[in-house]
């Protein structure tokens, strides 16, 4: 067998694979650039819509442009008749709802936006992205026994959302903490599921099928996550004298405290400041106060232990801690955190493949071969059925 050569790198760890100006990631100094701006200064002051203009044309809108783009999203949110079949039927299987946004997603070929296989580019991305919130909500309607709830014209994306989840006009300050979370984590770098999603369009595929690929990709654990445990440990913890005790006995006992460390981020995740300052905003306007004051407290005692049992690691809080509060604080239930991450990063993965196809190459990294090259050929009645992949 040949040995491993130093051009193998596990998880193309460091390897650059594209160049984009769409954000930078800076775990070291603990920044993120989106667009060209600071995430701090862009995700509280941007409108979604903004921030999905941004991404596709490197530039702000003005306001007519940003009204166009208004319209073309509220145009585009009913779904297909074949995808809400669809879903109905999925409903019936309970399957998570990540599962049932990959499936709907990947029916949106059947519109007439994307049927032309990337004839009109905008168009087809446009539609993907009015799409999602109406495929979560109305399959979160179905799995709870709810007819679907048509989306309205008149509303933002992120307000759209909330209306179609529950029926009900949400109020300014929790639309607005929404718009800030799809702000936050619209895009991160070439993380797997946007690596995913450039993979596909450097093939000249359609964006439906680069999205639903990256949906798979971020299906994984080991990619989303789940930012619920986090928000799961504040509840047990219940009040501000328990912390530091049940801290302490789940790092005794050789266990993570749920929304700390990171692996690219040595510093404070900059999505958890943005989120934190968010949150506070939303809670302080209609939320409970009490647990937005307890979920401060674990940050500081967390952050605390940490330093103490782990020295020099930094660990600090992610930005799955904040995303907890927030979301749960919109009223949505765990198992739509993540389909509601997706329901901002399609807006990145789309603008990924935007600069992929500029390029016009596909991506087609090597492999390096370690097995055998001097095998025997052995008939059928000569083999020994020692070894078996089934």
């Not at 941004?54 to 702000?60: D, E, M, V």
């Not at 300014?172 to 995913?196: C, M, P, Q």
Request: proline residues 5%.
């Amino acid at each position: 067998m040949s040995g491993k050569t130093a051009n193998y790198i596990p998880g193309l760890e460091g390897v650059v694979a594209a160049q984009t100006r769409l954000s930078r990631v800076d775990g070291q100094k603990g920044e993120l650039i989106i667009g060209g701006y600071p995430l701090e200064t862009l995700a509280p002051n941007a409108s979604f819509e903004e921030m999905i203009y941004l991404l596709w044309n490197s530039a702000l809108p003005t306001a007519l442009q940003l009204e166009s783009l208004q319209n073309k999203l509220a145009t585009k949110r009913e779904l297909p008749f074949a995808t809400l079949d669809l879903l109905r039927n999925v409903a019936k299987t309970r399957a998570p709802v990540m599962d049932a946004l990959r499936m709907a997603a990947s029916t949106l070929s059947l519109s007439s936006e994307v049927a032309a296989n990337g004839d009109d580019i905008d168009a087809d991305a446009i539609a993907l992205v009015a799409a999602f919130p109406s495929i979560v909500a109305a399959y979160w309607r179905l799995l709870n026994g709810q007819p679907p709830v048509m989306p309205s014209t008149d509303l933002s994306h992120a307000a759209n959302y909330l209306y179609m989840l529950t029926g009900e006009t949400p109020g300014e300050a929790k639309a607005r903490g929404l718009e800030i979370y799809l702000n936050t984590v619209v895009d991160h770098g070439l993380n797997a599921s946007t690596f995913t999603a450039r993979v596909i369009a450097s093939t000249a595929s359609d964006l439906v099928s680069a999205v639903t690929g990256a949906i798979g990709a971020l299906k994984g654990p080991l990619h989303g996550g789940a930012p619920g445990p986090a928000l799961d440990m504040v509840f047990e913890i219940g009040q501000p004298d328990k912390a530091e005790p049940y801290m302490r006995k789940l790092l005794n006992n050789g266990e993570r405290l749920m929304g700390f460390g990171h692996r690219v981020y040595k510093v404070r995740d900059p999505r958890a400041e943005v989120l934190s300052q968010a949150a506070q905003a939303m809670y302080a306007a209609d939320g409970d106060m009490q647990l937005f004051e307890l979920v401060k407290h674990v940050e500081k005692v967390a952050v605390e232990l940490l330093d103490e049992y782990k020295p020099g690691r930094n660990l600090q809080t992610n930005v799955e801690f904040y995303t907890a509060l927030l979301l749960h604080g919109l009223g949505l239930h765990a198992e739509l955190f993540s389909p509601t991450f997706a329901i901002s990063r399609v807006v990145g993965w789309l603008a990924h493949c935007f600069e992929q196809q500029q390029t016009e190459r596909i991506l087609r990294p090597r492999a390096e071969y370690i097995g055998e090259t001097e095998k025997k050929w052995v008939a059928i009645g000569d083999r020994s059925g020692k070894f078996s992949y089934v």
